[in-house]
T-cell receptor, first 112, second 111 residues
């Protein structure tokens, strides 16, 4: 099993729908992150969490919300999806006290 | 705004060539990462550097902290090295956690 698992891998949804992307990890890392990748822009930070009670906004949090249900689970929600949220979304983890990162395989989201 | 610049954006080379990808950044960092992204999207961490040089197989990564510059080298390149290579940094001095990413270098190695 992968260290960081994202579900679903691909999703097509309609404008206005609520959608949740899920991330789970077996690394035992405290820190979890959600990034989005757009062609020509690189990855950008949406939200990050240092532990279950610590949630922080990143560079582009508008239109998104997150939930850290447990140390191993971090979900990203789009409350009302819009077409410019079409992107590749990555979950990543990092351990406190070191800077190594592990990425999930990504979720390709298309909003039509 | 703190930035990470990569060059070149695109690189096509013949199998066996020595490849260099460059990364420069604007202010102090605590760590620099080189990542590889294959078609299909998954991201794999290749190296994490805070100083000096690291080597893994045919891949070599170097960093010059004073010049705020890092390079990724691939020796004896092979078509399976074709991928997007991404430089990412963790800034010192606070602010939002997480990494700041370059836009990536799209590498194609032709047989």
């Amino acid at each position: 099993d992968a260290d960081v698992t994202q579900t679903p891998r691909n999703r097509i949804t309609k404008t206005g729908k609520r959608i949740m992307l899920e991330c789970s990890q077996t690394k035992g890392h405290d820190r979890m992150y959600w990034y989005r990748q757009d062609p020509g822009l690189g990855l950008r930070l949406i939200y990050y969490s240092f532990d279950v009670k610590d949630i922080n906004k990143g560079e582009i949090s508008d239109g998104y919300s997150v939930s850290r249900q447990a140390q191993a689970k971090f979900s990203l929600s789009l409350e009302s999806a819009i077409p410019n949220q079409t992107a590749l979304y990555f979950c990543a983890t990092s351990g406190t006290g070191h800077y190594g990162y592990t990425f999930g395989s990504g979720t390709r989201l298309t909003v039509v | 705004k703190n930035e990470v610049e990569q060059s070149p954006q695109n690189l096509t080379a013949q199998e066996g060539e020595f490849i260099t990808i460059n990364c420069s950044y604007s202010v102090g960092i605590s760590a620099l990462h080189w990542l590889q992204q294959h078609p299909g999207g998954g991201i794999v961490s290749l190296f994490m550097l805070s100083s000096g040089k690291k080597k893994h197989g045919r891949l070599i990564a170097t960093i010059n902290i004073q010049e705020k510059h890092s390079s990724l080298h691939i020796t004896a390149s092979h078509p399976r090295d074709s991928a997007v290579y991404i430089c990412a940094v963790r800034w010192t001095g606070g602010g939002a956690d997480g990494l700041t990413f370059g836009k990536g270098t799209h590498l194609i190695i032709q047989p």
